[in-house]
């Protein structure tokens, strides 16, 4: 497979998983990292932070991991591992960035489908040979401030006119995320951020656009066609693990937010990608 070593001394360092972890290159990592398996990929990361005391976490798709400089990673009993491993020079990055950056809480596992989706185009573009310094330093800024300030200090932000704050709503969409196969209650979530079920109702439509019930139907379609896109789970069990109750309603909710059946989903993709 064919490697783009142009981007090494600049912002930002992108290696496919399988090359990470036959070269030597980012194993361990030099700088702030991003582990984002793909397929049946599962990446283990471990090492101590600045306390001394020691992480270990297991990082599996569509899950993507934040880890410090020096945690080493190895792979789970998989010969040919899928995804990418990306580390951020913080040198380079932006003033706002490397601020925020110190509050990034390293060793934390998240699914964030903007990276995904961020990360999905680079591999494209290194697949293609097209990522060059400014490219790869672009990528690195974009990349960062998304996770500053959805994950770093400024995340505790309040948005005008409303108590809702940033940090509040990363707190009930990292909820969401890691009960996503599970039913969620909107009263769950307003007892994560300690506010009456109205208010939060309220303040969460301003913030996001979308009332809680129908944001958690949507990221359990999104979650369903990351599913789609990288697995060759059956479909019934693509909808257990989105949460959904049965297929009949998987398949009518998957339709009416996207416009097509999972199976069509699935094919077309499969389409695309061959």
């Known amino acids: 497979m064919k490697q783009t070593t142009s981007t090494r001394d600049h912002g930002l360092r992108c290696q496919p998983m399988n090359v990470a972890f036959t070269n030597g290159g980012l194993n361990p990592v030099q700088e702030l990292g991003l582990v984002i398996p793909t397929g049946s ?23 993507v991991a934040v880890i410090p400089a020096g945690a080493q990673l190895a792979t789970i009993a998989d010969n040919d591992p899928k995804g990418w491993v990306i580390a951020l020079k913080r040198g380079v990055l932006g003033q706002v960035s490397q601020e925020a950056f110190v509050a990034v809480p390293t060793w934390s596992r998240f699914w964030d489908p903007f990276l995904r989706e961020a990360v999905d185009t680079l591999g494209a573009l290194h697949h293609a040979e097209l990522i060059d310094a400014a490219c790869a330093n672009a990528f690195a800024d974009v990349i960062s401030v998304h996770i500053a300030l959805h994950y770093g200090h400024c995340a505790g932000a309040a948005e005008p006119d409303t108590p809702l704050t940033r940090q509040m709503l990363t707190r009930v969409q990292a909820f969401v995320h890691e009960h996503i196969a599970e039913t969620i209650l909107v009263e769950q979530l307003a007892v994560l951020v300690h506010m009456g079920t109205s208010n939060f109702a309220r303040a969460f439509k301003t913030v996001t656009g979308n009332p809680p019930h129908l944001y958690v139907t949507l990221e359990r379609v999104k979650f369903a066609r990351t599913m789609l896109c990288q697995e060759t789970l059956p479909l019934v069990d693509v909808g257990a693990r989105a949460g959904f109750q049965t297929q009949q309603h998987f398949t009518e909710v998957f339709h009416r937010y996207t416009g097509v059946t999972p199976r069509a989903y699935r094919l077309a993709h499969h389409n695309v990608g061959s």
């Open 41 to 63: 990929t599962v990446v283990q990361a471990a090492g101590c932070d600045d306390f001394g005391m020691s992480h270990s976490i297991l990082i599996s798709a569509p899950f």
